[in-house]
């Protein structure tokens, strides 16, 4: 497949925080971002890949996700602040996600199956 009809293909740039190559239960204190293209059509991963976040300053995450192409976020725990922040980017959130990995998780999600837990975060 060539790089143009990967990039038609994409329907969604999904971001999860990871901590030890899992899903950081705790938002804002994450090692690292898994971005992960997917095609929602085909329910497949096209690409992924880690980058490291910007220095922790309240309400900059949400920003600079939306400047990476960020359309979903799926989290462990996010305050209802951050929330209301990416809704404002344009960014959708699910939380209560279980600690996996991040592969693991869009799989669910794509078919279907991911069931969110409670958000253990509460600021």
């Not at 030890?20 to 890949?49: P, W, Y």
């Not at 600690?99 to 969110?116: F, H, N």
Request: aromatic share 4%; with cysteine; net charge negative.
């Amino acid at each position: 497949m060539s790089s143009t009809e990967k990039d038609s293909k994409i329907a969604l740039v999904i971001a999860i925080p990871v901590v030890g190559g899992r899903l950081c239960m705790h938002f804002g204190h994450c090692e690292q971002f898994v971005l992960l293209d997917v095609d929602t059509a085909g329910k497949e991963i096209l690409n992924s890949r880690n980058i490291d976040p910007p220095p922790h300053e309240p309400g900059l995450l949400p920003r600079w996700l939306h400047d990476q192409g960020v359309n979903l976020v799926i989290a462990g725990g996010m305050g209802g602040r951050a929330q209301g922040i990416f809704a404002d980017s344009g960014i959708e959130v699910i939380v209560g996600a279980p600690a996996e990995p991040p592969e693991s998780i869009v799989r669910s999600y794509l078919d279907g199956k991911l069931q969110p837990g409670e958000n253990i975060c509460d600021h």
